[in-house]
């Protein structure tokens, strides 16, 4: 067992001149000097001047989006603040306004939900990977048909994160988000383009369509934003539905959230049996 | 966009369960009141009886894997546990919990928070998995051609590593007397293989590894692995966190302005 650690000096050199200091490459305060973010002073440049939206882009990418992108993102944001406390992220809301948690609590820990391989925030990264991914084989030749004819299926239909919704079919968000990009001119990008394309041959093969993810990865692919940028700008993106759920069973009486019975569980494990005496 | 009414929304009208099931947990009801438990049954044994003749080690084994440990698994994982009930005030996850404690945040928050970068991928729980997969994998290849192998292709080696530019000795020692026990598997005798055979380059067990490859011999699933070390973990965390709640904010450093810099 080695008591030697055969260390790297120039690991350790490095740690030891970071030690007691930050360095950031993002920003910082200055007490009596200023706020700092992406190299803009937040105090002159961006309170105010620009909206909470655009902060949230340039926190989340480093990058300063319009006023008019940030507002649809924040459409989005609306899109995804239901108070419906059937949506899993949402049932934790609710949970925990019966439980009488604080509602920053319920609405963190709603949130972290949503770090999910099926629903909520993560498969956004899936979906801006499809279509960029998508786009590349289209460019090279591969049709729209083809394209979904190459990915894998599940139930008889192809597995697309995007497409297809859970629950019910059809999206009426992403007619919201749309009418908000066609106020303002957005153009027509290659992404969405193809996006559409799929859509519709998932409505002649499957009576299915794109979701509001699919919608939204191919417009954010559009606009240049990589995977993780998505997964970053829509971190809190159900929060405030949560936050809904929360305060809804918060002011309803104790243990009234969907009450279970002892028998609403269904016990399907070992019968009951005498703990075995030592040997 | 939508042709043919394919975004008219419509419920797909899914079956779901009725209720909900599970082979864990038995709430017998009372006479009285359906709401009111009398009794518990876990995996079929008296939640009473096992109070009064089992350890609390004995009882999270059968939590998790719905049978009761023999004496060896449960010294061992009870070794494992211990092993892992405090991972420093330097872990970033102790760190954040202290920095929930001095900042006066609700006590209830200092767990869930910590937890959560205790479950990170790197000196976490969310590498536990990995490395239970990796270990389970490799048992039946050569230890040493494996870690030459990694070395040659520079690809992690998930649950081993550098840590702090060097051998995690705390990380090794660990490792080194849980393989003594008579409940070490296989995959924690292979580890110790690999961790000599990576030693001179600075390479060896890291904390989630070592968890890893005691949780794989005791059968647990890779994806309970990821929780098993924040929860095992979480004590200390909670320790750290608390003994700091009472303090005053100045109690622990905050970097001076001349200490920031900002690069661009």
């Not at chain 1, 991914?133 to 239909?157: C, D, F, T, Y």
């Not at chain 2, 945040?105 to 976490?124: C, F, K, N, R, Y």
């Not at chain 2, 536990?128 to 389970?136: G, I, N």
């Not at chain 2, 393989?179 to 995959?187: I, S, V």
Request: charged letters at 15%; a negative charge.
């Amino acid at each position: 067992m080695p008591e030697k650690t055969f260390s790297d000096q120039q690991i350790i050199d490095s740690l030891n001149a970071r030690r007691g200091k930050i360095i950031s490459k993002t920003g910082g305060w200055f007490p009596g000097k200023g706020v700092f973010s992406h190299g803009y002073s937040m105090m002159d440049d961006l309170v105010g001047k620009k909206s909470y939206f655009q902060i949230v882009i340039l926190n989340a990418t480093g990058k300063m989006a319009s006023a008019e992108f940030a507002h649809w993102v924040e459409v989005g944001y609306s899109c995804l603040s239901w108070p419906d406390p059937r949506i899993w992220c949402n049932q934790i809301g609710a949970l925990a306004g019966g439980v009488r948690t604080s509602a920053i609590a319920a609405t963190a820990m709603g949130v972290l939900a949503t770090d999910s391989r099926t629903y909520g925030v993560y498969p956004l990264k899936e979906g801006v990977q499809f279509i960029q991914a998508a786009l590349v084989n289209h460019q090279q030749g591969l049709s729209a048909e083809q394209i979904v004819a190459s990915v894998p299926s599940r139930g008889g239909k192809p597995l697309i994160v995007g497409y297809i919704r859970p629950i019910a079919k059809g999206d009426e968000r992403i007619r919201a988000m749309a009418s908000i990009a066609e106020g303002y001119g957005f153009p027509m990008g290659p992404h969405l383009a193809l996006a559409m394309a799929i859509e519709r041959v998932l409505q002649e093969k499957y009576d299915e369509g794109m979701n509001v993810n699919g919608y939204v990865s191919a417009v954010m692919a559009d606009h240049g934003f990589s995977p993780d940028e998505v997964y970053q700008i829509f971190t809190t993106l159900v929060a405030s539905g949560v936050t809904a759920c929360y305060l809804d069973t918060y002011h309803q009486p104790l243990d009234s959230f969907l009450p279970l019975r002892c028998d609403d569980i269904e016990y399907q494990g070992t019968a009951k049996r005498a703990v075995p005496t030592a040997e | 966009m939508q042709e043919k009414n394919a975004n008219q929304v419509r419920s797909r009208n899914e079956i779901f369960a009725e209720r909900t099931s599970t082979k864990i947990y038995l709430e017998q009801a009372s006479d009285d009141n359906p709401y009111i438990a009398s009794a518990a049954v876990c995996h079929g044994y008296g939640v009473n009886e096992v109070m009064a003749k089992k350890s609390f080690a004995d009882v999270f084994y059968l939590l998790f894997r719905g049978e009761l440990p023999t004496p060896d698994e449960v010294q061992i994982l009870q070794q494992l546990m211990i092993a892992l009930i405090n991972p420093g005030p330097r872990h970033p996850a102790t760190r954040a919990a202290m920095n929930a404690g001095i900042g006066k945040t609700d006590p209830a928050h200092i767990l869930p928070i910590g937890a959560a970068l205790l479950g990170g991928e790197h000196q976490g729980g969310g590498i536990v998995d990995e490395a239970m997969r990796f270990l389970r994998k490799q048992q039946t290849t050569d230890a040493a051609t494996s870690a030459a192998a990694h070395l040659e292709s520079s690809t992690p080696i998930p649950g081993f590593g550098a840590y702090y530019g060097g051998i995690d000795i705390l990380a090794n020692k660990h490792a080194a007397q849980l393989a003594q026990l008579p409940g070490a598997g296989k995959a924690l005798q292979w580890g110790m293989q690999m961790s000599r055979a990576l030693e001179a380059q600075g390479v060896g067990w890291l904390m989630p590894g070592v968890a890893a490859a005691v949780l794989s011999d005791l059968g647990f699933q890779p994806r309970a692995g990821v929780c098993l070390y924040q929860l095992m973990g979480a004590p200390g965390v909670v320790a750290h966190g608390l003994e700091v709640a009472n303090k005053p904010i100045t109690a622990m450093p905050f970097v001076a302005d001349e200490q920031y810099f900002i690069e661009r």
